[in-house]
């Protein structure tokens, strides 16, 4: 691809024979084909990228103001917002930015489930969109501690304690995260550091293998087809389409789509009814006066509700923990054939529908008090989400066999 | 393909709806009321800065609020700022306190006085204005002389009482299945009757107290009409720059076959 260089002179040429800029450029945008048939599922990861961009660039600006410490920490975030010009949107947009993080990832790892693109040859993809995930789920809570309110205080004190359900080291390593015998500033202090050096630094370098990872095995599609085994005269995939312009176009739409919602939320319901923004995070942490219901922040909550529906605390944590890494296995429970579920039998497609629909209840158990009916419907849930990934290999292998499409199916608008 | 992007919509917003479904909390007591307050209402705001500093700033602080502000945001002219407003001693650009020093507070009422800043947000708009109404003649079982229905044994006394004057709570008893299955009698609150008298009707005081909730609401948020009105132009733009990245998109695909 050297060519692109040669008969050009100035500035590009000077700036290209120093740096790759319009070999990158041919590789990874106009020299990558991507499948023509992506729907509107494969707007998320595209997003992803842009909310985790966003989050970074707010972030910068609260970190301006922010003191972590116990005493300094939640007053610095009502001074900031009050006081500094526009940090009364600034800091918002980070705060909301995490939920709309999850949403994206949710909607993101929804797609490949229901497409099959975590099975061969993109397992690894896969695997180190997980590891993003644990590392954004990790990002995500020393996030929500920070501010140091009375929830982020309690929600800690809740998801601190459950590393003490592990035996033998429990006690010891709940110490050892808090750096002290209860939250106070050696955690805020710490989790600080995390949250804006640490974490941030493994999310991107994360993100940077899972692309390149992308890069290597190349896009799945709504069909589930590989692209690559039909190729033109001119080498190239026939249903492959260049990612610049096609793509970089139809995100573009994406994004304003995306930024329309977000923007909703932030200037008109910037705490969305108490989700994003919980109401006894408006008082200030306070060890001896308890919030009615104590409930993480809702994308915590499926696993909550799974962690609250055991009697005992230790299988509990266990089982949470199962249902969180089970996803990691996915591409080798998939005994199917065929990759997306439009090729799949009818039991394949109950399957991920039950589950979907289990997810969410579960994460609306996991905000309600855990009494009454909501303990019985949690555990027949958590049932269910276990079943899931216990039938998986059996169902899949069954009905995920019929035949599929020569090419992918588009419709040339 | 426009279908497409209604769907990619109805997916959000069935994510996003499932989150107000979440939200909503049911349960109210048949005598809990809607502040039915309104932020935008410039002339409530001030009588109710004007209330909170009568009555209020005495005990309760609000910590993250300066004065200068405060008069800046309601529109009050600095002369009169100076003059209404501000406390002795205290300079117009700093932050509201309260007079009472925490340690005599917590002698006196068991516990200081919360600071108000955001108690609007921690108990929303409607809490307070419940919490401002309820209070009820209750000389046997508290020290201060009145209770509260919507907070219990609340130490807090009742501070506008020479305005509402002080309610009596009227309770019929219920039979209720207590622990073991054992009948047990509770006692449910009915009305409120006319006790002591204040210096404002029934209907007045509503209104006094719908202007101080009022303001405690714009002091939790205090940027939130300048948010709306910037929104709304945020949100133009960016429909008008999704359409014409929409219709660029459209032009490129005519290729694809």
């Given at each position: ?10 500035f ?7 740096l790759?800029?319009?070999?990158f ?7 990558y084909?991507?499948?023509k048939n992506f729907?509107v599922?494969?707007f998320?990861g ?6 985790f961009?966003m989050q970074?660039v707010?972030?910068i600006?609260?970190?301006?103001h ?11 975030v ?12 600034i800091q ?9 993080f999850?949403v994206v ?6 797609r490949?489930m229901?497409?099959g ?5 993109r397992?690894?993809l896969?695997?180190?969109g997980?590891?993003?995930y644990?590392?954004l ?11 140091f ?15 003490g359900t ?5 006690e ?18 710490r989790f ?8 941030p630094?493994?999310?991107?370098l ?8 992308l890069r ?6 709504p069909?589930?087809i590989e692209?690559?085994?039909k190729?033109?005269a ?11 312009p096609y793509?970089?176009?139809?995100d573009?739409?994406g ?9 909703i ?7 969305f009814?108490?989700?994003f923004?919980?109401?006894?995070n408006?008082e200030?942490?306070n060890?001896v006066?308890?919030p009615?219901?104590i409930a993480?922040?809702?994308y ?8 609250r529906a055991?009697?005992?605390?230790r ?10 890494l089970?996803f990691v296995f ?10 997306s579920?439009?090729y ?10 039950v589950?979907f629909?289990?997810?969410v209840v579960l994460?609306w158990?996991g905000l309600?008090p855990a009494?009454?009916?909501y303990?019985l ?5 958590t049932?269910?989400?276990f ?5 998986l290999?059996?169902v899949?292998?069954a009905?995920?066999n019929?035949?599929v ?9 | 393909?426009p279908?497409k ?6 997916a959000?917003?069935?994510v ?5 479904v ?7 007591a048949?005598?809990q009321r809607?502040?039915?307050n309104e932020?935008a209402?410039?002339?409530?705001l ?8 009568a ?5 309760h ?6 004065y200068?502000?405060l ?5 009050i002219?600095?002369d ?8 002795p001693g ?6 509201i ?5 925490a340690k ?6 068991g ?9 609007a947000?921690s108990r ?11 209070f ?8 201060t002389?009145v209770?509260?229905l919507?907070?219990p044994?609340?130490?807090?006394p009742?501070v506008l009482?020479s305005?509402q004057?002080v ?7 219920v ?6 299955g054992?009948?047990?009698?509770t ?6 009757e ?7 009707s029934p209907?007045?005081?509503d209104?006094?107290?719908?202007d101080?909730?009022?303001?405690l ?9 300048e ?8 949100v133009l ?5 999704t359409g ?5 998109k ?5 290729d694809?076959?």
């Open positions: 691809m050297s060519a692109v260089i040669e008969g050009k002179s100035g590009r040429s000077w700036l290209n024979k120093r790759p800029v319009d070999q450029m041919a590789d990874q945008l106009t020299g084909y991507a499948p729907n599922w494969y998320f595209s997003l992803a990228l842009l909310v961009v970074i707010t972030g600006f609260v970190t301006m922010f003191k972590p410490g116990e005493t300094t920490a939640w007053d610095s009502q001074v900031m917002v009050r006081e500094v010009p526009y940090m009364w949107l918002p947009m980070h705060a909301i930015g995490a939920s709309f999850f990832v949710y909607l993101h790892m929804a490949a229901m497409y693109s975590y099975k061969a040859p397992e690894l896969w695997v180190i997980m590891l993003i644990l590392a789920m990790a990002e995500a809570f020393m996030g929500y501690v920070l501010p309110g009375n929830m982020s205080y309690w929600g800690a004190q809740v998801i601190i304690n459950l590393f592990i035996p033998g080291i429990g010891a390593l709940t110490e050892w995260i808090r750096g002290d015998y209860g939250i106070g500033d050696a955690t805020l202090n600080f550091s995390l949250h804006v050096i640490a974490l630094f493994i999310i991107a994360l993100v940077l293998l899972h692309l390149v990872a290597q095995v190349g896009s799945n599609n069909d589930g692209i690559k085994e190729l033109g001119d080498g190239k995939p026939l249903d492959g389409i260049p990612f610049h793509y970089t176009l139809k573009i739409v994004v304003g789509l995306f930024l329309t919602l977000f923007a939320v932030v200037f008109f319901v910037p705490t009814g108490g989700l923004m919980e109401a006894p408006f200030p942490a060890p006066s308890t009615e219901h993480p922040v809702w915590f909550t499926p696993y909550y509700a799974i962690l055991v009697p005992d605390q299988t509990g944590a266990l089982l949470m923990a199962i249902s969180v089970a996915l591409p080798w429970l998939d005994r199917a054939k065929n990759k579920i439009r799949r039998g009818l039991a394949s497609k109950l399957l991920l529908g589950f629909i289990t997810f994460m158990l309600k009494e009454g009916t303990v419907l949690a555990r027949i849930f049932a269910l989400y079943l899931f990934f216990i039938l290999p059996f899949s292998r009905d995920g019929g035949p499409p020569e090419r992918v199916t588009y419709h040339a608008h | 393909m279908t992007f209604a769907s990619v919509a109805t959000f917003a069935l996003l709806g499932a989150g107000a979440f939200a909503n909390e049911g349960g109210h048949g005598w809607e502040a039915d932020v209402n410039l002339p409530s001030q009588r109710g800065a004007r209330n909170f500093l009555y209020c700033s005495g005990c602080s609000l910590r993250f609020m300066r200068s502000r008069a800046q945001d309601l529109k002219p600095d009169q700022r100076d003059k209404y407003l501000v406390r205290d300079k117009f650009t700093d932050y306190r309260s007079s009472m020093p005599d507070a917590n002698e006196w009422f516990r200081a006085p919360p600071d108000l800043s955001l108690v947000r929303g708009a409607d809490w307070l204005f419940n919490f401002l109404t309820t009820y003649a209750d000389p046997t079982s508290r020290q002389g209770n509260n919507t907070l044994g609340t130490a807090m009742h009482a305005v004057g309610p009596n709570a009227v309770w019929r008893n039979e209720t299945a207590g622990p073991e054992k009948p047990m009698t006692r449910e609150f009915e009305k409120f006319p006790g002591v008298t204040g210096s404002l209907e007045q005081y209104e006094f107290v719908r101080t909730v009022n303001f609401q714009y002091v939790g948020d205090p940027t939130q009409l948010r709306e009105g910037l929104g709304i132009w945020v733009f960016l429909l008008v720059f014409i990245a929409y219709l660029l459209k032009e490129y695909w005519k694809v076959r």
